[in-house]
């Protein structure tokens, strides 16, 4: 076995306090059913993934650290400060607070744990980059790559993986890579760097389409390559309805893992999602613990020929309280090298590539002509 490495995990205890009530999903309870589901992106989905760092097999690996809240200046390097003071009314608000989208609810005590979740994570990106850990890892909710500078969407509000990029940015680096897999577009990531070439964005994701004209506007297909001085910095990997383990690890060979490579990132961050489960209720793909691991480890292997092993993750999705924590723990093994240390006795779905390759093959085509030339 390599080298045991330490994992730096932040935390802060104020992510559980963003509460969104009860919701079947995303819609209010049916009046005329006798149980009322938790609202999908609920505490109790970080809750397990805390307990599983704690008491299973990595905790002896693991250092932790205290997150904190992020600042407004800090929250200004991405958002708006129209965006922001309109967060900002709503914690003066009285009663539910507001829902940004159907599925978003800002509530007036919301604002804490959000500001919790970006200063974690941008506690993370600092540690990396002050040589104190290689891999850091912010536990944070609510999740945040589909808020845009001016735009709430998807349950986030800020938009935690990319003020950890910006941070990086204005400490000094020239080319961070973002890679995320959760099983979402990350369409607010990508709007906030679409024009810019200091940030690639990397979106694995369940070819779902555009979902509201005003807060996801962005469809995540392939032909979205940036613009500008953007243009070929955004890669989009829309994957079809199914796509198992092996599937994901073919895009990520012959896509990814190439154009990362000619991109030569000084930072690599994850945006790490585990909502690509078989069992999400989120989501319709067939991930299973040996994938997310897997994926892990090929982002391992990126950090470890550009950044010098660093590799900075951020908690996205992941809402299944089970799995979602054991896919987790299968991420993390994959950016230790450890191996397997958890047994998967819980999926069951077969690994069939068979209608994921086409697609896969059309997302190389797509983004090709994209570009006007081979796709990198």
Not at 38 to 67: F, Y
Not at 152 to 163: I, R
Request: charged share 20%; hydrophobic share 40%.
């Amino acid at each position: 076995m390599a080298k045991t490495e330490t994992l730096h995990v932040f935390w802060h205890p104020d992510v559980l306090k963003h509460d969104m009530g009860m919701a079947a999903f995303e819609i209010p309870p049916y009046p005329f059913l006798a149980v009322a589901e938790k609202h999908t992106e609920g505490p109790d989905r970080v809750r397990n993934m805390l307990s599983i760092l704690k008491d299973g097999p990595l905790a002896k690996q693991i250092k932790w650290h205290k997150g904190r809240q992020a600042t407004r200046d800090e929250l200004l390097t991405f958002h708006t400060p129209g965006f922001l003071a309109d967060l900002e009314r709503v914690t003066k608000s009285k009663g539910r607070g507001k829902w940004y989208t159907r599925t978003t609810l800002f509530t007036p005590k919301s604002y804490g744990p959000v500001k919790a979740a970006a200063g974690t994570a941008i506690a993370a990106m600092d540690h990396m980059l002050d040589g104190k850990g290689k891999l850091t890892y912010a536990l944070v909710r609510p999740p945040g790559h589909h808020a845009s500078p001016d735009t709430a969407d998807g349950y986030c509000f800020l938009n935690n993986t990319a003020l950890a990029a910006q941070r990086a940015i204005e400490r000094g680096a020239k080319r961070v890579a973002i890679l995320d897999w959760d099983v979402h577009h990350g369409n607010g990531t990508q709007e906030g760097f679409y024009h810019r070439n200091d940030v690639l964005t990397v979106s694995f994701h369940m070819d779902h389409g555009a979902w509201h004209p005003k807060f996801h506007p962005q469809t995540g297909k392939a032909n979205e390559v940036g613009k500008g001085r953007g243009k070929g910095f955004n890669l989009n990997v829309p994957l079809p309805m199914g796509t198992s383990d092996s599937g994901y690890l073919k895009a990520m060979r012959e896509i990814v893992v190439p154009a990362v490579n000619a991109y030569k990132p000084e930072v690599i961050l994850v945006a790490n999602g585990q909502d690509a489960n078989q069992f999400d209720p989120n989501g319709r793909q067939l991930v299973t613990m040996a994938g997310f691991r897997a994926l892990a480890d090929e982002a391992r292997k990126l950090a470890q020929k550009h950044t010098g092993g660093r590799l900075v993750a951020v908690q996205e999705g992941g809402y299944q309280v089970t799995y979602a924590a054991l896919c987790m723990h299968a991420t993390l093994e994959g950016f230790l090298n450890t191996g397997p240390l958890l047994k998967d006795e819980i999926a069951f779905y077969p690994d069939d590539l068979s209608h994921a390759a086409p697609a896969i093959a059309a997302i190389k085509r797509t983004r090709g002509k994209a570009l006007g030339r081979a796709a990198r």
